[in-house]
């Protein structure tokens, strides 16, 4: 699948400052929008996850 050079551009962008593959960049925005458009349950972090106590 490609984009536009502009949308190509910023993924790329991402994938480097996230340490990400395009493939996994790609899943993570279509995700993260169906989540936000509530086609997608919101993902919830685990109570014991690593991220607790560093808001």
Do not use: K, N
């Not at 699948?1 to 493939?23: G, K, N, Q, S």
């Not at 349950?41 to 560093?54: I, M």
């Amino acid at each position: 699948m490609t984009f536009d050079d502009d949308v190509e551009a910023a993924i790329a962008a991402a994938c480097e400052e996230l340490d990400m593959t395009r493939e996994e960049m790609i899943r993570l925005i279509l995700r993260e929008w169906l989540e936000q458009y509530g086609f997608l349950p919101v993902h919830e972090l685990d109570e014991g996850s690593e991220t607790e106590g560093s808001a």
